[in-house]
């Protein structure tokens, strides 16, 4: 105990652990020392009982004794004494084999004599100075290894399974048995991630001799599960050194394939270092077969074979892409075979095929082949979680470049081949298409492959027109840009001129489709081509104004159209006034006749919008039906309203564009807004477009009404609040949206008082709203909403923030029972509501003027009266005067 306290006091001074500078080297100095000690005494004094047997007795008794850092020191050097001593059993067991030898060779000359009996005293002290060394190995195993191994400190822990892997592999004729293997076993389990490591690392080098692994064998069958369980353990590094355990059991087949599905779920695990680990593994024992010795060598073309076990494991994963492309990228970088394009186009072509491809295997094929070209030129495939931008160094530029031109020399000829092979098929397509987006095109003309380019080019814009899909139009739009800018020369106007030429075509298509449903036909071609404009306008501006006006006609003539067509109506008339407004601002100079033009589209789109809010969608709150209409409208008139903010054209020649809604028209647009965030984005609707759904969710919703207010499009007195009042309502995505709407007003303003109170109130009054009703359940919810989003707002207010905000605190506070106090008692749950958390972040002085306050304002009531309304008062007095008792230390 006096050691113990010494150490409590701080008095011990532990030179392991010193950050001086001249105990720096105090380990490695320490563990030197008794290894020359033990070298420089193993020709003598090692043996005598004497000096080494006090030495055991002291550091045994020492790593037992209270203090920590005793009991690292005494660990430390009785386990570098067992890693000494196992070098000198290994060098008496070489004597003793020598000896041996020449004893056997010389008494094939003579049964006796005194080199015969010479030899026959150094093999029998030889053999009893092993058996000594044998036995303080013992000593010290047993009496500190098997205490410490389950020390409460990780670090001593750890220490001991880090030389109990190096003592079994180095000495294995002692300690490759299971009487010391079990120890490794157990710390598998050990609540230290570091402990955990240290024990599968120790295994790793035993698996890893050949040797040993017959001995392991009922080692292997009592703990492999446990091993096959680290794989997904909570620590990433843990986890990675445990795949590469399980790889070694598989090398030496000592586990069954059928142990080892819970692996190949981690395929599509979030760290990317397990993913990868697991991808190594999946490619050496699924795809490449290393570790089946009974299977035959790959006959014939040893990628196509590779290929095709990729392509059966992706079979599990066809209904998801994105699983999929998880899949590619997690083997990847082991499998060459995704690099070989001759390949991979060669089975999409059928061209002499050692593997029939289904049309599943083909889909997964080409994007295999798509994620595979991202890969090589340097592109993730699947987000990363820092989303940092990656640099490449010299060499790796040039591993992309090379890439690059291989891709193209293999795709230039065969890519007319597969476009046309695979043009009608949506799930192909827009993989395919894109591809072009990451070649060297100049290659074409270095190449004299022209022709094919321009082949290609027009099977592009085919694809355009034969598919209405978002990803095929997408891809489309995308590749035919990148060659109208990235190819040179002659190419390049070929490129701008089939660009030029599909615009008009579309235009074409829209106008005929616009007078079919004028003249009362089908909508199918008019929302299609819509679809394929929006594309289109998405990356560059294409002239419209005469569909503009047809768009209005439409629009008015016919109110009963397809909710997905009046939203892609929209959505053009919102980009063409958008890429007005762009060519404006970046003119030198602009004619009244533009400008004028563009007042009259924007206000014209205005009226259509607001026309949705004074007759708005229906917005049934169990389905999504009518949802994606009011979803548009949001948005569009959201950022039409950014886009003319007063802001930004204040004190300029464009002043006129400026516009900033009216209050009505706000709260209309709130309205409709609070309508979807009722509707949850896991509710399904069979007659919702899949495609834009993340374009028409309620966090888009959101997003869209709290953006109007962080760029100051309009004044916050209104929105805001109503905005902060839904925090707590609509799960996490909502919360984290207007909780960065709150920093950016702390930002901008830090007294936010008025508009939590605000907030509170317009909560409050929803909760008073539903109190009308009958269910208790929906009371009791209301108003934890209520108390929910009071603690929310206060929660901003801790530590030194309190303090600095103890003004806005305490205005939140006397308004809040100002506001309680009006309508009594009517208003007096709003108390305990929203008060009371704001209440209770005050000093003890403030809460006692709080609570002589309202306590003056109940002088002239009767509260008797109606007791059961004055009980959310009384409950906030109590509660205050408890808080206040315990701020000032009074039990």
Avoid at 383 to 401: G, L, T, V
Avoid at 822 to 848: C, G, M, Q, Y
């Amino acid at each position: 105990m006096y050691w113990l306290n010494y150490e409590l006091q701080g008095e011990i001074e532990d030179y392991q652990g010193s950050k001086k500078k001249e105990f720096k080297n105090f380990k490695e100095n320490l563990v030197s020392f008794w290894d020359t000690l033990v070298i420089e005494c193993q020709n003598g004094p090692l043996f005598d009982k004497d000096l080494f047997d006090k030495c055991m007795d002291y550091i045994i008794a020492l790593s037992c004794t209270p203090p920590r850092v005793y009991r690292l020191v005494a660990s430390l050097m009785g386990l570098q004494l067992v890693t000494s001593f196992i070098s000198v059993a290994k060098r008496l067991a070489v004597q003793r084999d020598t000896t041996q030898r020449q004893l056997n060779a010389e008494r094939k000359k003579r049964v006796d004599g005194p080199r015969v009996e010479s030899l026959n005293n150094r093999l029998s002290a030889t053999h009893e100075q092993k058996l000594v060394i044998d036995e303080m190995m013992r000593k010290i195993f047993t009496g500190l290894f098997v205490h410490r191994y389950r020390d409460v400190d990780p670090n001593i822990r750890m220490s001991c399974i880090q030389s109990l892997g190096v003592w079994i592999l180095s000495y294995p004729t002692l300690f490759l048995q299971d009487l010391y293997l079990k120890y490794l076993g157990w710390t598998l389990n050990d609540k230290s991630a570091g402990v955990r490591k240290a024990a599968v690392l120790a295994l790793q080098n035993l698996y890893e001799v050949e040797d040993n692994v017959p001995t392991l064998s009922l080692f292997t069958e009592r703990f492999s599960n446990r091993m096959i369980e680290l794989a997904d353990d909570v620590d990433v590094s843990v986890a990675v050194c445990a795949i590469g355990l399980v790889k070694q059991l598989l090398r030496h087949q000592l586990i069954p394939d059928d142990d080892l599905g819970p692996l190949y779920d981690l395929l599509i695990d979030d760290p990317p270092e397990i993913r990868r680990a697991i991808g190594e593994l999946v490619y050496d024992h699924l795809i490449a077969q290393k570790f089946n010795s009974s299977q035959p060598g790959p006959k014939g073309n040893e990628s196509e074979i590779h290929l095709g076990r990729m392509l059966q494991i992706l079979r599990e994963f066809s209904t998801d892409p994105i699983l999929s492309i998880y899949v590619i990228d997690d083997v990847w970088e082991y499998m060459k075979a995704m690099k070989d394009w001759k390949c991979i186009i060669s089975m999409l072509l059928d061209e002499n095929p050692l593997i029939e491809l289904t049309d599943e295997d083909a889909t997964n094929l080409t994007r295999l082949l798509f994620a595979s070209v991202r890969k090589a030129v340097g592109e993730r495939i699947v987000p990363a979680s820092d989303n940092r931008k990656q640099y490449f160094s010299k060499a790796q530029k040039e591993a992309i470049e090379n890439n690059r031109r291989d891709l193209t020399i293999a795709m230039m000829k065969n890519y007319p081949l597969l476009l046309r092979k695979y043009m009608a098929d949506k799930a192909k397509i827009s993989s395919l298409v894109e591809i072009i987006v990451y070649m060297n095109l100049e290659l074409y003309s270095l190449k004299r492959q022209e022709q094919n380019f321009r082949t290609t080019l027009l099977l592009i814009k085919d694809a355009f027109f034969k598919h209405g899909e978002k990803d095929a139009l997408r891809s489309c739009v995308k590749a035919i840009k990148f060659c109208s800018t990235e190819s040179r020369g002659e190419l390049q106007d070929f490129a701008r001129n089939k660009l030029k030429e599909l615009e008009d075509e579309l235009l074409d298509k829209l106008k005929s489709a616009t007078k079919e449903v004028i003249d009362g036909e089908d909508e199918y071609s008019l929302l299609v081509n819509l679809k394929r404009l929006y594309e289109l306008q998405l990356s560059r501006p294409t002239s419209i104004d005469e569909l503009y006006g047809d768009s209005i006609t439409i629009l008015h003539s016919f109110r009963n159209l397809d909710d997905e067509v009046v939203s892609f109506l929209l959505l053009n008339m919102y980009l063409d006034v958008a890429w007005s407004l762009h060519s404006i601002i970046n003119s030198e100079t602009v004619s009244e006749g533009s400008l004028s033009s563009l007042l009259s589209k924007r206000d014209t789109l205005l009226e259509e919008l607001e026309y949705f809010l004074n007759a708005p969608p229906e917005v049934g709150e169990g389905s999504k039906s009518g949802n994606q209409l009011a979803c548009r409208v949001c948005t569009i008139l959201a950022d039409v309203w950014c886009l003319f903010r007063k802001t930004n054209f204040s004190s300029t020649k464009l002043e006129r564009l400026g516009y900033c809604p009216d209050v009505s028209i706000l709260q209309k647009f709130w309205t409709l807004c609070e309508k979807q965030l009722k509707i949850s984005d896991d509710t399904e609707d069979e007659d919702v477009n899949k495609e834009y759904i993340e374009e028409i969710n309620r966090d888009t919703v959101m997003i869209a009404a709290a953006k109007l207010i962080a760029s100051d499009t309009i004044p916050k007195d209104y929105l805001a609040p109503e905005i902060i009042s839904h925090f707590v309502m609509h799960g996490a995505g909502i919360a984290e949206i207007v909780k960065s709407l709150i920093t950016v007003l702390r930002k901008k303003d830090d007294n936010v008082s008025e508009i939590f109170l605000e907030a509170l109130k317009r909560a409050y009054l929803r909760h008073l709203e539903l109190s009308r009703s009958d269910d208790e359940s929906i009371k009791s919810e209301s108003f934890q909403e209520c108390k929910n989003l009071a603690a929310r707002l206060a929660g901003i207010f801790v530590g030194a923030a309190r303090n600095k905000h103890r003004p806005e605190i305490l205005k939140i506070v006397k308004e809040g029972i100002e506001y309680a106090f009006e309508d009594t008692p009517k208003h007096l749950s709003f108390l305990e509501a929203s008060v009371l958390h704001f209440a209770s972040r005050l000093p003890a002085p403030d809460i006692r003027d709080v609570l002589k306050d309202v306590q003056k304002r109940t002088e002239n009531v009767n509260a008797e009266e109606d007791p059961s309304g004055w009980r959310p008062y009384n409950k906030f007095y109590e509660s205050l005067l408890e808080k206040c008792a315990k701020n000032e230390g009074i039990q």
